[in-house]
């Protein structure tokens, strides 16, 4: 069974820096398209960033140029680097892997907490 295991949350203060990690259990990492979703209270989750099979990343407007995706052959993870956070990057991160003929999964979240 395949599962993903987020870890690295945490509260930090404006400017600081975050780094998450998610662990493909069960999985290899490379074989799966990843991305990092997250959800603030009362809000929809939106998409952060994702990384595809052959490397490509894409990242949402508003963490351009501060948070970084990028995975790990060794570990079997997939990683964000946030950087220079802001109080409106606060909420639940949720990792997530796709993968052509396989069901979608999704990590069990992790909390972000940036305070101004």
């Known amino acids: 069974q395949v599962r993903l295991v987020e870890s690295g949350g945490g509260s930090v203060q404006a400017g600081g820096s975050l780094r998450l990690s998610c662990l493909v259990s069960g999985s290899f990492v490379m074989s799966h398209f990843m991305a990092w979703y997250r959800q603030a209270p009362g809000k929809s989750r939106e998409l952060v960033a994702s990384i595809s099979t052959s490397d490509n990343s894409n990242y949402a407007d508003f963490v351009k140029g501060r948070f970084t995706i990028s995975r790990s052959f060794v570990q079997n993870t997939v990683e964000l680097q946030m950087n220079d956070l802001v109080p409106e990057d606060s909420g639940v991160y949720y990792c997530?892997?796709?993968?052509?003929?396989?069901?979608?999964?999704w990590g069990q979240g992790i909390l972000v907490t940036v305070s101004s």
């Open positions: 997530n892997a796709r993968r052509s003929g396989s069901n979608e999964l």
